[in-house]
């Protein structure tokens, strides 16, 4: 990557921007939100998240190292729901793919904060880029923002956080591994659990675990039967 990470986003859909400056305007600036002091916020979560974070950095971009320093524990789940959102979008998962393993990495190993490799963490996003994330997600994703609030269990305990690493560092490899149709069902699955983290909701958490294992395994079917086939052709051939 080249110190920005703006390009793939901004084929997001555009529409999505005024939407979320909205939430910018009438949510953000107050640190609502699991992201701010506890208060309550209308909106959906991505968006409201999204709107947050912008809200936090005022300046034209904002580094992801910036974003692990601000929201420590909390910056696992949201670095990767970020990282994650561009990859609903054809052929932009395998850009985000390094940061999200290493990510997962080290919540499968326990760690608490996020510590980002320094060619990480000066990676930056405009400001405006990042609010047009909050229009890029499917309807199916905006189906499951309605079910989501705090809910403790499982999948919010020091177990279900490395469960949830592991199961990141998996989705990372089958997003930088090329195959066709291989990106969007683990990432969907992904960005469903990384939106539980984020809002402390286990249930969702779960539901997106059970999602991300689907996902993978499908896109591990696809893999192994795209090598298999290639084996096959240069058997032939030669």
């Avoid at 991505?46 to 692990?68: K, Q």
């Avoid at 060619?119 to 047009?132: E, G, P, T, V």
Wanted: charged residues 15%; positive net charge.
């Amino acid at each position: 990557m080249d110190g920005n990470i703006e390009a793939p986003i901004v084929a997001a859909h555009a529409h999505g921007q005024s939407h979320a400056q909205d939430h910018a305007h009438g949510h953000g600036q107050h640190g609502h939100g699991p992201l701010g002091h506890g208060q309550e916020c209308a909106g959906a979560p991505i968006s409201r998240i999204v709107a947050e974070v912008a809200a936090r950095f005022p300046g034209e971009r904002i580094s992801l190292g910036d974003m692990a320093e601000a929201f420590g524990d909390r910056a696992f789940g949201l670095l990767i729901l970020l990282l994650l959102l561009p990859s609903l979008l054809p052929g932009m998962a395998s850009v985000f793919g390094l940061p999200v393993l290493i990510l997962g990495v080290q919540m499968g190993l326990g760690r608490r904060v996020p510590k980002l490799p320094r060619f990480i963490a000066r990676q930056s996003i405009k400001r405006d880029d990042l609010l047009r994330l909050a229009g890029a997600s499917s309807s199916w994703l905006r189906k499951v923002e309605r079910f989501v609030r705090p809910r403790p269990g499982f999948f919010t305990s020091p177990v279900g956080d490395r469960l949830f690493g592991w199961l990141t560092a998996y989705v990372a490899l089958m997003l930088i591994l090329p195959g066709p149709g291989t990106n969007g069902p683990p990432a969907f699955g992904n960005i469903v659990m990384a939106l539980g983290l984020v809002e402390h909701d286990s249930r969702v958490t779960g539901w997106g675990a059970a999602l991300t294992i689907a996902g993978c395994a499908i896109a591990t079917f696809v893999l192994v039967m795209v090598c298999w086939l290639g084996l096959k052709a240069f058997a032939w051939i030669f």
